[in-house]
């Protein structure tokens, strides 16, 4: 238990965040959980996060330990676009979480792939069987999976050695003024907006951004759609977020992508489309030697029907006919 007393220069200061400075070991969403659960009390009594000191109070934190979070086999469908033997690859749904984390332990891939009985490889993370790349939860497409270590191990050294090819579509605002291009834009996490990564060297405060990585996204336009630009993307390295973050980076961000700069809603001419609920980003293709022969395989994911739709809206409201979206998709559909 931690014995906290509040001090005049902290009035004002709310619950959870003066409870996170003194516990510097506990996440300010575990700190949120422990008050929700009350196991914090303001001179014995359970209060809420946000209620503000005043100073002089006397703080309890009971700081129970949370449950390893762990994998469970659920009966959930899956779109499986290939399989032999040591590999899987599956064509994720937006939304899908790739695997567990702390407070989200359910319906993610591995649950899914684990309730069909999959064997997976063992190494690494024991929440992350199998996993050797990742798809953020909004997007969409192609991810491949390990069946065994041997395949698992290959893989991930094919990854590292950026053997791997990956190839995603993605509509993004504005109109790019080249017909193609080359981000090279180091990508590091944001100290003060935790969930974001960020190209910055340093926050708008000043502070320097931790252990930037080196990062490579080439792109070439497919079609130029009223304020809006359709994009097909190479990735070289996969840092977290990596095109999101680079597009963002030119005021070009995905379009759906609101954490890092898109609008709401988008508007063609005097239209404004229905919000698309999700980012215009899919993983359409991916190529890899097969773990054990060597043979070259390129898997494939159509765009998913809500991307489908929502170009079509699209494509109607800035009047381009169904043979230029054809054209523009080629390959894609």
Known sequence: ??????????????????????????SRSRVQELIDDGHVLVN????????????????????????????????IPLDVLYEDEDVIAINKAAGMTVHAGAGNVSGTLVNALLGRGQALSKAGDPLRPGIVHRLDKETSGVILVAKNDASHAKLG??????????????????????????????????PIYRTRMTTLRKSWRGEAIANPREARTDWKALAKIDNTTLVEVQLHTGRTHQIRV??????????????????????????????????????????????????????????????????QELFAAAGVSQSQIDAALAGYL
């Open 157 to 190: 050294e094919a990854f590292r050695q950026r053997a791997i090819k990956k190839t995603y579509i993605a509509l993004v605002e504005g109109v790019l003024g080249e017909k193609k291009g080359r981000i090279e834009l180091a990508i590091g996490r944001d």
């Open 44 to 75: 014995g009594q359970s209060l809420k996060p946000s209620q503000k000191l005043h100073g002089g109070e006397l703080v309890s934190v009971v700081a129970h330990p949370r449950p390893a979070p762990h994998a469970e086999a659920e009966a």
């Open 246 to 311: 680079h597009f963002s980076a030119l005021k070009h961000p995905v379009v759906g992508d609101i954490l890092y700069g898109a609008a709401n809603e988008l508007r063609v001419g005097k239209l404004t489309l229905p919000r698309l609920k999700r980012n215009f980003l899919h993983a359409a293709k991916l190529g890899f030697a097969q773990p054990r022969t060597g043979a070259w395989i390129e898997v494939r994911a159509a765009l998913p029907g809500e991307l489908r739709g929502f170009l």
């Open 1 to 26: 238990m931690h014995q906290l007393l509040a001090l005049s220069t902290d009035a004002g200061t709310r619950l959870d965040r003066f409870v996170a400075a003194h516990c510097p070991e506990l």
